[in-house]
């Protein structure tokens, strides 16, 4: 089982909708990462959260770190928000830091 | 634009060769991270390096290796290629190694073995 779980795998919305995607983890982490990678296949960091909301734009974050769980909400969305949403999970390894654990990520298409 | 550099975006080998892929990380970051994405098991973490050392290690093959220099560029080098090792390897950087701050990743280079 992956460490890291995202929903949906898929999603495909109207533009103007509300999207939600949801990552849910099960390792001690000392932040949570949210990712977009277009399919040119760079990736962007979009947040780092380790506790609470950040909005940005349209985008927003948020984490329960009692219930291990983050959510990424894209209000009003656009055709240009299509994108592979992917979150991860820093470790909290108390000391060096080790690499992201990701999730499967999220495929979204906004059509118009 | 990240800050991170990677060269070559595209590299395509053959199977048994040697390649190596190249990270230049933002101006002032000392942790450079190496991340494998393959179509079957999407990205994986390699190894870490921070400022000149090895710092942690995650699911890299033996016939992978890393090294970061002076200047804390990084270079990635996989040898004896399987057709398996075709994917996106990223490279990330970030300030410090002491605790988790915002990771700024490269373009990727996609890598096909034939």
């Known amino acids: 089982k992956n460490e890291v779980e995202q929903s949906p795998q898929n999603l495909t919305a109207q533009e103007g909708e509300f999207i939600t995607i949801n990552c849910s983890y099960s390792v001690g982490i000392s932040a949570l990462h949210w990712l977009q990678q277009h399919p040119g296949g760079g990736i962007v960091s979009l947040f780092m959260l380790s506790s609470g909301k950040k909005k940005h734009g349209r985008l927003i974050a948020t984490i329960n770190i009692q219930e291990k769980h983050s959510s990424l909400h894209i209000t009003a969305s656009h055709p240009r928000d299509s994108a592979v949403y992917i979150c991860?999970?820093?470790?909290?390894?108390?000391?060096?830091?080790?690499?992201?654990?990701f999730g499967k990520g999220t495929h979204l298409i906004i059509q118009p | 634009d990240s800050g991170v550099t990677q060269t070559p975006k595209h590299l395509i080998t053959a199977t048994g060769q040697r390649v190596t892929l190249r990270c230049s990380p933002r101006s002032g970051d000392l942790s450079v991270y190496w991340y494998q994405q393959s179509l079957d098991q999407g990205l994986q973490f390699l190894i870490q390096y921070y400022n000149g050392e090895e710092r942690a290690k995650g699911n890299i093959l033996e016939r992978f290796s890393a090294q970061q220099f002076p200047d804390l560029h990084s270079e990635l080098n996989l040898s004896s290629l399987e057709l398996g090792d075709s994917a996106l390897y990223f490279c990330?950087?970030?300030?410090?190694?002491?605790?988790?701050?915002?990771?700024?990743f490269g373009q990727g280079t996609r890598l096909t073995v034939v």
């Open positions: 991860a999970a820093a470790p909290y390894s108390g000391g060096g830091a080790d690499g992201l654990t």
């Open positions: 990330a950087s970030s300030g410090t190694s002491l605790g988790v701050t915002e990771a700024f």
